[in-house]
């Protein structure tokens, strides 16, 4: 008997442990997409306070498109309130006045102050719905954050 439960215990540890860590079956890239694919990723992130999301090459749209959903998820749906990219700190203060103010054309200050690999337009798509964002929302619901060296910003409330 203890011959077979023991690895019958085995398989079911090792079923549920890949279960638990089944990557996620994504429905779109698009930012209007609905979140019902991104829902377990609440339970999976509770605790974190810093989320990265890496891209398997620079300047890909769908990568773009994806980071575009996911932190509109985390925005809406988690409280996360800051997008870093590391680049131009020149580039990311203008970006910042213009998610603020409105002052300034994200387009132009990508293109100008960005390294190639992020003027992509998806990247100002983002920027707008920031600014959009926080004129839709109360003060502690916005994007305000602070300007961290080499960062756009817009961390968690």
Not at 54 to 79: N, P, S
Not at 94 to 99: G, K
């Given at each position: 008997?203890?011959?077979?439960?023991?690895?019958?215990?085995?398989?079911?540890?090792?079923?549920?442990?890949?279960?638990?860590?089944?990557?996620?079956?994504?429905?779109?890239?698009?930012?209007?997409?609905?979140?019902?694919?991104?829902?377990?990723?609440?339970?999976?992130?509770?605790?974190?306070?810093?989320?990265?999301?890496?891209?398997?090459?620079?300047?890909?749209?769908?990568?773009?498109?994806?980071?575009?959903?996911?932190?509109?998820?985390?925005?809406?749906?988690?409280?996360?309130?800051?997008?870093?990219?590391?680049?131009?700190?020149?580039?990311?203060?203008?970006?910042?006045?213009?998610?603020e103010?409105?002052?300034?054309?994200?387009?132009?200050i990508?293109?100008?102050?960005?390294?190639?690999?992020?003027?992509?337009?998806e990247?100002?798509?983002?920027?707008?719905?920031?600014?959009?964002?926080?004129?839709?929302?109360?003060?502690?619901?916005?994007?305000?954050?602070?300007?961290?060296?080499?960062?756009?910003?817009?961390?968690?409330?």
């Amino acid at each position: 008997m203890q011959r077979i439960f023991m690895p019958l215990l085995a398989l079911l540890c090792l079923c549920a442990s890949a279960y638990a860590q089944q990557p996620l079956r994504l429905q779109s890239t698009d930012p209007l997409t609905d979140y019902t694919d991104l829902m377990p990723l609440k339970k999976q992130l509770a605790g974190a306070t810093v989320i990265g999301a890496g891209e398997g090459t620079h300047g890909t749209r769908e990568f773009f498109r994806m980071k575009h959903r996911l932190f509109r998820f985390l925005a809406q749906e988690m409280g996360y309130t800051v997008f870093a990219i590391e680049d131009s700190p020149v580039g990311a203060g203008l970006i910042q006045r213009f998610i603020e103010t409105g002052e300034g054309n994200p387009i132009a200050i990508i293109r100008e102050h960005f390294h190639k690999v992020y003027q992509v337009s998806e990247l100002s798509d983002m920027v707008y719905w920031m600014r959009d964002y926080n004129l839709k929302h109360d003060k502690s619901s916005a994007l305000p954050g602070s300007i961290a060296s080499r960062c756009i910003t817009s961390g968690r409330n």
